[in-house]
């Protein structure tokens, strides 16, 4: 599968963005500064004060680090369930590889913010492509990451392909056959017209 990147391997631009990220064991820094503000009884206090626009694409290109075997550019601050860079800004969730297709685009796209390198933490933009859900899904099948997940192999599967055949030999009601091999019957219909178990996971 071919990919439109969002900048080439060979961009001077990448190369202007990679001397800004931050180095690889750094510490996680804030979007935020801390300034004193005199308060009305006399006293000062440090609050936290959100950071202007360039100053918060400072601390954001801070917030990443290269590895240079890989050549991801990974997330060092907070990730979602599923491993992406996540952080707050203008009272919005933002994931962090979205962010540099707003930085670089200069609009927050419908479309997805794929990886070609699989790495939900990486923000380089050699390895981001923009596209489609299906776009996305079909990247994924060419990789073989969703073959394991298929068929017999996956982890809530109660059939076996040999269970499969025998159910689109089997005689009787699809209710029948259901209890026989402990699924509901609408899944057995289903198995029969083809729309289930289509190809046999390898």
Known sequence: MKYQTLLKSTSPRLAALEAKLGK???????????VLLRCHDGVKRGVWVSLSDEEFENWFWKMISQNKVSGCWNWIGLLSGTGYGRFRK????????????????GEDTDLEVCHTCDNPKCC????????????????CVSK???NAAAGENHTRSKLTWSDVLKIRKAKGTIREIGKRFGIFHTHIGAIRRGEKWKVRAR
């Open 124 to 139: 380089n933009p050699s390895h981001l492509f923009l596209g489609t859900h299906g776009d996305n899904m079909r990247d």
């Open 144 to 146: 073989g990451r969703l």
């Open 90 to 105: 203008d009272r919005r969730h933002w994931s962090a590889h979205r962010f540099v297709s707003k930085i670089l685009t």
């Open 24 to 34: 690889e064991g750094q510490k996680p820094g804030r979007a935020a500064r801390r």
